[in-house]
């Protein structure tokens, strides 16, 4: 396999993914996805398995739906394949299928940990192995969502700051400590995860791995902990949602509520109209 962006920290993270940096896709499950795919005779491609958690949902509840997946990880691959052995390693812009041979394509929180450079053709990967009419089902993160949590958050703390200053100093100094941390965590002006995000993620990562594994983590381990709190995300704003899109050939119908965390978006593949270039016939 060609070498990948970023597959060094996905490797890390399989270490502690089912423990320390597990996500629950139940919720998204239940909110969006069972409404999106029907329990059919369906081809379905998982974008990024990690630990199989759609894998074993699909097998759950679409059980007449043919599922595979494919994620870049050996220790994700590892994971995934005690719930499901259809699953191939490869990454996401080098997909080893025909053209057209799938009828849905899943991307949960996929997109979202592609960095730029191989973003477009990931989309048109996606876009080559569906079927014509077939569907693209996605969640990804969104700026809008951030910038709201983010701002309201700083706005409430902002606040008790200054009534906390007000009424016992003391208080005002752990008030401020969680202003600076919230303040920091969301870099608007770039969408990005901000400077004190890494540090409350290594310490929900520690808090976590000592709950769990009861034991405290040696010096090895605190290293790769704080290494994973450096996720790389990439936070879509609308606009550069639909530039996604643009210049493909799918019909994006776009789910997500007005001030919403991340996008909830289902893409119809249609048909190319190739356009014949007008043959001048010369007698
Ligand atoms: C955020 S996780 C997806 C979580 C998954 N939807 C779930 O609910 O369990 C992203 C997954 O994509 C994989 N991945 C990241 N970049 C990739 C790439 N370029 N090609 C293939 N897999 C990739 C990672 O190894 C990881 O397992």
């Not at 089912?18 to 999106?36: E, I, L």
């Not at 870099?187 to 000592?210: I, N």
């Amino acid at each position: 396999m060609k070498s990948q962006p970023n597959v060094e920290y996905w490797e890390v993270a399989a270490m502690y993914w089912n423990d320390v940096v597990t996500v629950t896709p139940y919720w998204a499950w239940s909110t969006f996805y069972c409404k999106k795919i029907p329990d059919e005779q369906l081809d379905i491609l998982v974008m990024g398995v990690a630990n199989g958690a759609f894998l074993l949902l699909l097998k759950e509840f679409r059980r007449k739906v043919w599922a595979c997946g494919i994620d870049f990880s050996f220790g994700m691959l590892k994971h995934a394949q005690k719930v499901e052995k259809k699953i191939v390693r490869c990454g996401g812009n080098v997909l080893p299928f025909k053209n057209e041979s799938f009828d849905v394509v899943l991307s949960d929180y996929f997109l979202t940990v592609i960095p730029e450079e191989i973003l477009k053709e990931t989309v048109k990967e996606m876009e080559r192995v569906l079927k014509s009419d077939g569907l693209l089902i996605a969640k990804e993160l969104r700026h809008r969502g951030h910038f709201a949590v983010w701002a309201l958050a700083s706005l409430l703390l902002g606040t008790l700051l200054v009534i906390s200053v007000v009424v016992s100093p003391v208080l005002s100094v752990f008030v401020f400590f969680l202003f600076v941390l919230a303040f920091l965590v969301y870099d608007p002006a770039h969408h990005k995860m901000g400077r004190s995000s890494a540090v409350s993620k290594f310490g929900l990562h520690l808090s976590k791995f000592v709950l769990k594994k009861r034991t405290f983590p040696t010096l090895k381990e605190i290293g790769e902990l704080y290494f994973l709190s450096n996720k790389y995300l990439h936070i879509f704003t609308d606009r550069e949602m639909d530039q996604l899109f643009s210049g493909s050939s799918f019909k994006i119908h776009d789910d997500t509520t007005f001030i919403s965390w991340s996008f909830s978006l289902t893409g119809i593949k249609k048909k190319r109209v190739v356009k014949m270039a007008e043959q001048e016939v010369s007698d």
